[in-house]
C-alpha cells in the first residue's frame, strides 16, 4: 500500500502556546504558508473543534490544475490546546484529506509535526493521482517560515537541531 501521510518535524525556538495560536489564526495560515496557494483568509481565530474560517486559494501557483481563484472552507477537526490542532479541506470538493501539526515541549522552544493525512480520501480520487496535493518539501519549507515567524532571528534549539 502506497504512503497515504507525511510527517516532517522541526523544533523550533518557541514556546507551544505562541506555536498554537498562529496556527489557530485564520491570518497566521496565509504568513506561513509556503505553497503559494493561500492568498488571504477571513474569519475568527479557532477556539474548538467544528470552527471554520475561509482561506481564498489561487491554485495556479501549483501549475497543476487551472483553478484560478476560489474559496474553501477550514473546519477543524482536532483541537487540543497548545498540543495538536487538525483541519479538513472542504468546498467544491470535500475530499477528506487533513492537515495538521503536534506541538511538545523541549528544552528552548517546541518538537513541531506537521502532517498530511490523505488516508480518508475516496480511492477514486486516490487513483486519480493529485494526491499528495503538497509535497514534503512544502511542509518543511512552511515549518521553515512558521519559525522565523514565530520566534524571528532565534536559532533552532540545540536540543533537536533537526
Not at 82 to 98: F, Y
Not at 148 to 153: D, F, I, N, Q
Given at each position: 500500500m502506497p504512503e497515504e501521510r507525511i510527517e516532517v518535524q522541526r523544533a523550533i525556538a518557541a514556546d507551544p502556546s505562541t506555536i498554537f495560536r498562529t496556527l489557530c489564526d485564520p491570518q497566521g495560515h496565509v504568513a506561513i504558508d509556503s505553497s503559494g496557494m493561500l492568498m488571504a483568509a477571513t474569519g475568527d481565530p479557532v477556539t474548538a473543534v467544528g470552527d471554520t474560517f475561509t482561506v481564498h486559494m489561487d491554485r495556479e501557483a501549483l501549475n497543476d490544475f487551472p483553478l484560478g481563484l476560489y474559496d474553501v472552507t477550514i473546519r477543524?477537526?482536532?483541537?487540543?490546546?497548545?498540543?495538536?490542532?487538525?483541519?479538513?479541506?472542504?468546498?467544491?470538493?470535500?475530499?477528506?484529506?487533513?492537515?495538521?501539526?503536534?506541538?511538545?515541549?523541549?528544552?528552548?522552544?517546541?518538537?513541531?509535526?506537521?502532517?498530511?493525512?490523505?488516508?480518508?480520501?475516496?480511492?477514486?480520487?486516490?487513483?486519480?493521482?493529485?494526491?499528495?496535493?503538497?509535497?514534503?518539501?512544502?511542509?518543511?519549507?512552511?515549518?521553515?517560515?512558521?519559525?522565523?515567524?514565530?520566534?524571528?532571528?532565534?536559532?533552532?534549539?540545540?536540543?533537536?537541531?533537526?
Open positions: 477543524i477537526v482536532t483541537y487540543e490546546q497548545d498540543r495538536e490542532i487538525s483541519w479538513v479541506v472542504e468546498g467544491q470538493l470535500n475530499l477528506g484529506h487533513r492537515y495538521g501539526y503536534r506541538l511538545e515541549p523541549i528544552d528552548g522552544g517546541t518538537l513541531v509535526t506537521s502532517y498530511y493525512d490523505w488516508s480518508e480520501v475516496d480511492q477514486s480520487w486516490k487513483d486519480s493521482g493529485i494526491f499528495p496535493v503538497i509535497p514534503e518539501s512544502a511542509l518543511r519549507a512552511t515549518l521553515g517560515i512558521l519559525a522565523r515567524t514565530v520566534a524571528p532571528g532565534r536559532p533552532r534549539p540545540d536540543a533537536l537541531a533537526l
